[in-house]
């Protein structure tokens, strides 16, 4: 399991007086801003997932990107500061993690060569792990019920679509700001030999049990 945290790391950069500006769905960071993203991702989120998990009957370890030199990033660009482009994945403590029977829970923050911790997005981190372990099935879970081809009007919604469609969309701009790197995570982890992906709505309850184990599913397949 691969998350972000948007709103506590937004309750959080509040409290601290910290403005929050985006850039195509990507948070503007600071050096403190990114201080405060690992605090609310790997001790608040994290570890609050941690512990639904073991409530819920079952067994996780949280970790952060930069455990292990999980995830390693380099800065996309000046005008985003420390919002990191991943450049390598190293998954041995997923691995280690995998050979018990906890179920890894991993903070999306990054650590550079340069010893600088680096905040990166949630979905594309996860496409990036997801491709390091060959992973069977990717599923991105979202705050809407999937893709709309004229968002929010429920009739747009579509339930299967593939790539090339897909990125037509883009191209329209009918998909736009948070939605585009969710979409560039799918692209690359099917890119990297996965058959199809899915966007689910994370709120409807059971969502993953229900895409998992029914015959049509809840979200917005993606094929080639």
């Given amino acids: 399991m691969v998350h972000g945290g948007g709103?506590?790391?937004?309750?959080?950069?509040?409290?601290?007086e910290q403005k929050s500006q985006f850039v195509q769905g990507l948070r503007v960071t600071n050096k403190k801003t990114a201080q405060l993203a690992l605090t609310a991702l790997a001790g608040k989120v994290n570890k609050s997932l941690v512990q639904d998990i073991i409530r819920l009957g079952g067994n996780a370890i949280?970790?952060?990107?930069?455990?292990?030199?999980?995830?390693?990033?380099?800065?996309?660009?000046?005008?985003?500061?420390?919002?990191?482009?991943i450049t390598a994945i190293h998954p041995e403590i997923i691995e280690r993690i995998?050979?018990?029977d906890a179920v890894p829970v991993i903070a999306s923050?990054?650590?550079?060569?340069?010893?600088?911790?680096?905040?990166?997005?949630?979905?594309t981190a996860a496409s990036r792990i997801a491709g390091s372990l060959c992973a069977e099935q990717f599923i991105l879970l979202s705050d809407v019920r999937g893709l709309y081809g004229n968002f929010p009007d429920e009739g747009s919604f579509i339930d299967e679509i593939n790539l090339t469609n897909l990125e037509k969309l883009v191209k329209e701009k009918k998909i736009t700001d948070g939605m585009i790197p969710k979409i560039e995570a799918i692209k690359y982890a099917m890119q990297e030999?996965?058959?199809?992906?899915?966007?689910?709505?994370?709120?409807?309850?059971?969502?993953?049990?229900?895409?998992?184990?029914?015959?049509?599913?809840?979200?917005?397949?993606?094929?080639?």
């Avoid at 709103?7 to 601290?16: Q, T």
């Fill in 7 to 16: 709103p506590a790391i937004g309750g959080l950069l509040e409290k601290y």
């Fill in 98 to 100: 995998n050979q018990t």
């Fill in 62 to 85: 949280g970790v952060s990107g930069i455990d292990g030199k999980l995830i390693e990033a380099k800065p996309i660009s000046e005008d985003l500061g420390y919002v990191g482009e």
């Fill in 193 to 224: 030999g996965l058959g199809q992906a899915v966007l689910l709505d994370g709120r409807v309850p059971h969502a993953l049990l229900l895409e998992l184990f029914t015959d049509r599913g809840q979200g917005t397949l993606i094929n080639h």
């Fill in 109 to 123: 923050a990054a650590i550079g060569l340069d010893g600088e911790i680096y905040n990166v997005n949630a979905d």
